[in-house]
C-alpha cells in the first residue's frame, strides 16, 4: 500500500507531511524549502514554473504569474469582485464561474487547474523524498469552505491524479498537530489566518478525543487583505509627490504587492521598517523611499484586526462559554505573527498564545495524523466534527427553513415530510441551501434535487420523507421514501441542468419542526427583508397565512383584495406609520383567505404581528401608536408568565 500524505494547500504557501515511525515529517521540497509558495507561472517560452521559481520571476511576469488562485476556488464570480481587483493577471467570467487566462499560453484555466499544478508539484517532491508515488492523500480545507469549494478542491486533486481519502478542516489539523501525544484535558481556541480566510474554531481535546464545539470565520478576510492595506497606502502615498498611480502599471504594482508582504515580516519583530525601490518606474529613473512603521500599519488594519476580534467573540459565543473558559490558543497560518493579531488575542482572551506549533506547519502536520489515522498506523484517537454552516431548503415564499443547524454534530442525519402542492402530482423538486440567511438569495445552493416515483393523489395528502445525511467528511446525500408504504424514492440531483426542471413545482414542507421555525421567524422577516414595501407586504402575509394554515400552498391564497382596493390602504399606512391600522389590515385579510386553522390561531397572529411592528418602529424611530404599545405590553406580559 502507497504512503499516505497529509497537504496544506495554502492560498500564499503550501506544505505536504508524512508520518515515519510514528512521528509526522515536513517533506522539504526539491530546492530544500519545508514550504512551497502556492504560485504558478507561464514563461514566454512555454515552460510552467511552481513554487519559489515562480514567485521570483512575478515581477517580470505579472500577468501570466498565478498566486491567491485558492480565493477563486469553487466562488462564483460575482463572490469575489473585491478579490479580483487584487492580482495582476486577467480574470474574467465564464458562466458566473471564475477563469484564469494566460497569454504566454494563450490559454485559459480554471482555479482547479492551478491548484492541481501546484498539488503536482508538492506529491513529486514527495515521491522522490519517499523513493515511491504517491497517489493518496489528506488534504485540509478552511472550516468555513462551503461544499461547492469542497468540491472544487477535490476536482483539482482529481487533475493532478491524486486520490483524497478525507478532507480536513484546518483547525482540527491544527488542533490534531498540537495535541498529538499530549492526554491532557483542555479546551482550546484555533486562531487560523489564511492568505484568503480567517477561521476561528473551539474544541475540547481530552485523552485523545478531539471534539468541535464552535466555528466561526470568513472566507474575505485573510492575509492578503492586509497586504492590499500597505499597497493602497504605498500606491497612494507615491500619488501624492508624484501623480502617478503605480497600480494601474502591472510590474510596479507587483513590486508594490513584494515590498508589502516583506513589511509585514518585517514588522513581526520590527517597530518599522524601510520600504525601498528604485526605477519602480520602467524606463524612468524615479525611486520611491519610506519608512513604514508598525504604529501605520496598525493604524491602516484597524478595521481588519477587530473584525478578527469579533468572529473570536462569535465562536466564543456559539460554544456558549466565556473567554476564561478557553485554555490554550493555537494560532496557524504566516499572519498570526504579526504583533497586532497576537496582542487582540491577548486583549480579547487575556492569555499569551502558545508557541508549540509553527504556524506554517502545524496544518500539514495534523493532516499527516489524519493520514496515520487513516492507515491504521496511529490508534487512539477520535475525532468529533460538526456542521459548519445550516442547511436548509427553500421554501415557496424564497426563504430558506434550516433543517440541520450549523455546530451540530457529524455524522448526523435529519428528516423533513413533503406533500404535493398539486393533484395527481408525482414529482416535485427541493433546493437545498447552505448558510445562516433567511432570504435564500443570501445562501449558497447546493443543488435543486427532483423527487420522482411519488403516488398519485389529490394535493396534500402524499407524505414523502425526505432525509438530510451528513457524513464525517461533510459530505451531503439525499434520499427520499413513502413514509406510509416505506417505499423509496427516486433522488436525482439536477443542478447542472436546472432548466429541465424549472417547471416542476417545489415540494411542501409538512414536518411539525418546520412550521415552529416559520412561526419563530414571522417577526424576523419584517425586521430584515430589504426588497421594496410590496413585496415585504405580500410576503408577511403569505409568511402569516402559512402559519396559520400549517402547511398550505402559496397557491391556495388569493391575494386579489391586496392586489386591488387593500393594497393602496395598507402602503400609505405603513409610510405614515400607522403599524396599528396595517396589523389590523393584516388581521382582516387574515380573517377573510381560505385558510384553515384554530381560531385562537388568529389572536396568535395579531400578538406576533403587534411585537413585530413595535420592533420595526423603533428600530426606525417612529412614535409608537398607543393601542399598538398596549397590545405588544400585553403580548410581552402573557409570554413572561
Request: proline share 3%; net charge neutral; aromatic share 8%.
Amino acid at each position: 500500500m502507497s504512503k499516505i500524505v497529509g497537504i496544506d494547500l495554502g492560498t500564499t504557501n503550501s506544505c505536504i507531511a508524512i508520518l515515519e515511525g510514528g512521528c509526522p515529517v515536513i517533506i522539504a521540497n526539491a530546492e530544500g524549502f519545508r514550504t512551497t509558495p502556492s504560485v504558478v507561472a507561464y514563461a514566454k517560452n512555454g515552460d510552467c514554473l511552481v513554487g519559489q521559481t515562480a514567485k521570483r520571476q512575478a515581477v517580470k511576469n505579472p500577468i501570466n504569474t498565478f498566486y491567491s488562485v485558492k480565493r477563486f476556488l469553487g466562488r462564483e464570480y460575482s463572490e469575489v469582485t473585491n478579490e479580483i481587483t487584487q492580482v495582476p493577471y486577467q480574470v474574467f467570467k465564464s458562466n458566473n464561474r471564475v477563469n484564469i487566462y494566460s497569454l504566454a499560453q494563450d490559454r485559459i484555466f480554471t482555479p482547479e487547474d492551478v491548484l492541481a499544478t501546484i498539488l503536482r508539484k508538492l506529491v513529486a517532491d514527495a515521491s522522490i523524498y519517499l523513493g515511491e508515488p504517491v497517489t493518496q492523500a489528506v488534504i485540509a480545507v478552511p472550516a468555513y469552505f462551503n461544499e461547492s469549494q469542497r468540491q472544487a478542491t477535490r476536482n483539482a486533486a482529481y487533475l493532478a491524479d491524486i486520490k483524497i481519502l478525507t478532507l480536513i478542516n484546518e483547525p482540527i489539523a491544527a488542533a490534531l498537530a498540537y495535541g498529538f501525544g499530549n492526554q491532557s484535558n483542555e479546551t482550546i481556541l484555533v486562531f487560523d489566518l489564511g492568505g484568503g480566510h480567517c477561521s476561528i474554531s473551539i474544541l475540547i481535546v481530552n485523552n485523545g478525543v478531539f471534539e468541535v464545539l464552535a466555528y466561526s470565520g470568513s472566507t474575505h478576510l485573510g492575509g492578503d487583505d492586509f497586504t492590499q492595506k500597505i499597497v493602497d497606502y504605498l500606491a497612494e502615498e507615491f500619488q501624492k509627490t508624484e501623480n502617478i498611480d503605480l497600480r494601474q502599471d502591472k510590474q510596479a504594482l507587483q513590486r508594490l504587492r513584494e515590498a508589502a508582504e516583506q513589511a509585514k515580516v518585517n514588522l513581526s519583530s520590527l517597530s518599522e521598517t524601510e520600504i525601498n525601490l528604485p526605477y519602480i518606474i520602467p524606463e524612468s529613473s524615479t525611486h520611491f523611499n519610506i519608512t513604514f512603521t508598525a504604529e501605520k500599519f496598525n493604524s491602516l488594519c484597524s478595521d481588519l484586526i477587530n473584525y478578527c476580534g469579533t468572529l473570536i467573540e462569535k465562536a466564543i459565543r456559539d460554544a456558549k462559554m466565556s473567554q476564561s473558559t478557553i485554555q490554550q490558543v493555537i494560532l496557524v497560518g504566516g499572519s498570526t505573527r504579526l504583533p497586532a493579531v497576537r496582542e487582540l488575542i491577548k486583549r480579547v482572551l487575556g492569555k499569551e498564545p502558545q508557541q508549540r506549533a509553527n504556524p506554517d506547519e502545524a496544518v500539514a502536520i495534523g493532516a499527516a495524523i489524519e493520514a496515520g489515522i487513516l492507515s491504521g498506523e496511529v490508534k487512539n484517537i477520535l475525532q468529533l466534527d460538526a456542521t459548519y454552516m445550516s442547511l436548509g431548503v427553500e421554501t415557496l415564499d424564497d426563504r430558506m427553513i434550516k433543517i440541520i443547524p450549523r455546530h451540530t454534530a457529524i455524522p448526523t442525519d435529519k428528516s423533513a415530510v413533503f406533500s404535493t402542492s398539486a393533484n395527481r402530482q408525482t414529482s416535485f423538486k427541493i433546493h437545498v441551501l447552505q448558510g445562516e440567511n433567511e432570504s435564500v438569495k443570501d445562501n449558497k445552493s447546493l443543488g435543486i434535487f427532483l423527487i420522482q416515483g411519488i403516488p398519485a393523489a389529490p394535493r396534500g395528502v402524499p407524505e414523502i420523507e425526505v432525509i438530510f445525511d451528513i457524513d464525517c467528511n461533510n459530505t451531503l446525500k439525499l434520499s427520499a421514501k413513502d413514509k406510509k408504504t416505506g417505499k423509496k424514492m427516486k433522488v436525482t440531483n439536477e443542478t447542472h441542468g436546472i432548466t429541465s426542471i424549472n417547471s416542476q413545482p417545489l415540494g411542501i414542507l409538512k414536518s411539525q419542526n418546520v412550521q415552529q421555525a416559520i412561526t419563530r421567524n414571522v417577526s424576523l422577516y419584517w425586521l430584515f427583508s430589504r426588497q421594496d414595501i410590496k413585496v415585504k407586504l405580500l410576503a408577511t402575509f403569505a409568511s402569516l397565512s402559512l402559519i396559520a394554515s400549517g402547511y398550505l400552498t402559496l397557491r391556495e391564497i388569493s391575494f386579489k383584495s391586496v392586489r386591488d382596493s387593500t393594497y393602496n390602504e395598507i402602503k400609505q399606512s405603513f409610510e405614515k406609520g400607522e403599524y396599528q391600522k396595517v396589523m389590523e389590515l393584516a388581521q382582516n385579510f387574515l380573517t377573510h383567505s381560505p385558510f384553515r386553522g384554530e381560531d385562537n390561531r388568529n389572536q396568535e397572529v395579531k400578538d406576533k404581528s403587534a411585537e413585530s411592528l413595535v420592533k420595526l418602529s423603533l428600530q426606525q424611530g417612529n412614535q409608537l401608536d398607543p393601542v399598538l404599545l398596549k397590545n405588544y405590553q400585553q403580548y410581552m406580559f402573557k409570554n413572561s408568565k
